[in-house]
T-cell receptor, first 110, second 114 residues
Framework: NAGVTQTPKFRVLKTGQSMTLLCAQD?????MYWYRQDPGMGLRLIHY???????AKGEVPDGYNVSRLKKQNFLLGLESAAPSQTSVYFC?????????FGQGTRLTVV | AQTVTQSQPEMSVQEAETVTLSCTYD???????LFWYKQPPSRQMILVIR??????QNATENRFSVNFQKAAKSFSLKISDSQLGDTAMYFC???????????FGKGTLLTVNP
């Protein structure tokens, strides 16, 4: 089992560029989450999904969009990247009892 | 909406000693899970211990144990016989509610000194 896989692991973007982060899980989990981690701020929830075809906003959703067309995949999109979106991004999934995490994506917007 | 508060941004402990990390949370839910996750410099998120709210018995995992006080909404982590490898960021987390939102505290950076 691969668990939760995030791609890419590193990325540098120029201001205004767009990109999509992919989170894939092979554990048939219903619930999936995207977080950003910044120093001193912990993990802040961007968006989450409670099942295929559903998404919901977390505490810091502005500037991001998500889609969950397939149960195993949760995509995070940045339409027009800003330096404030420089961060480490984590994806997680859970069947409802324990969360499993990807390895994280370090994104730098210059 | 649930919130998780970790009031200790940093802590340090001597090797082989015991340390307790604090966590409080706020929720109107009755059934939920609480977790402590460890994040070493590798950035990997590692589950340390899990507590189910309907279980009164405190969870233990080897040197790690919790003090779960449901009425006080408190969930502290005790690390016994601290080891250098315990040096990491520790996050308290809450999972529950009809929307299964997973909420984290801001973390406590623990340093174990030789």
């Amino acid at each position: 089992n691969a668990g939760v896989t995030q791609t890419p692991k590193f990325r540098v973007l120029k201001t205004g560029q767009s990109m999509t982060l992919l989170c894939a899980q092979d554990m048939n989990h219903e619930y999936m989450y995207w977080y950003r981690q910044d120093p001193g701020m912990g993990l802040r929830l961007i968006h989450y999904s409670v099942g295929e075809g559903t998404t919901a906003k977390g505490e810091v959703p502005d500037g991001y969009n998500v889609s969950r067309l397939k149960k195993q995949n949760f995509l995070l999109g940045l339409e027009s990247a800003a330096p404030s979106q420089t961060s480490v991004y984590f994806c997680a999934s859970t069947p409802g009892t324990e969360a499993f995490f990807g390895q994280g994506t370090r994104l730098t917007v210059v | 909406a649930q919130t998780v508060t970790q009031s200790q941004p940093e802590m340090s402990v001597q090797e082989a000693e015991t340390v307790t990390l604090s966590c409080t949370y706020d929720t109107s839910e009755n059934n939920y899970y609480l977790f402590w996750y460890k994040q070493p410099p590798s950035r990997q998120m590692i589950l340390v211990i899990r507590q189910e709210a309907y279980k009164q018995q405190n969870a233990t995992e080897n040197r790690f144990s919790v003090n779960f006080q449901k009425a006080a909404k408190s969930f502290s982590l005790k690390i016994s016989d601290s080891q250098l490898g315990d040096t990491a960021m520790y996050f308290c987390a809450f999972l529950g509610g009809s929307n299964y939102k997973l909420t984290f505290g801001k973390g406590t950076l623990l340093t174990v000194n030789p």
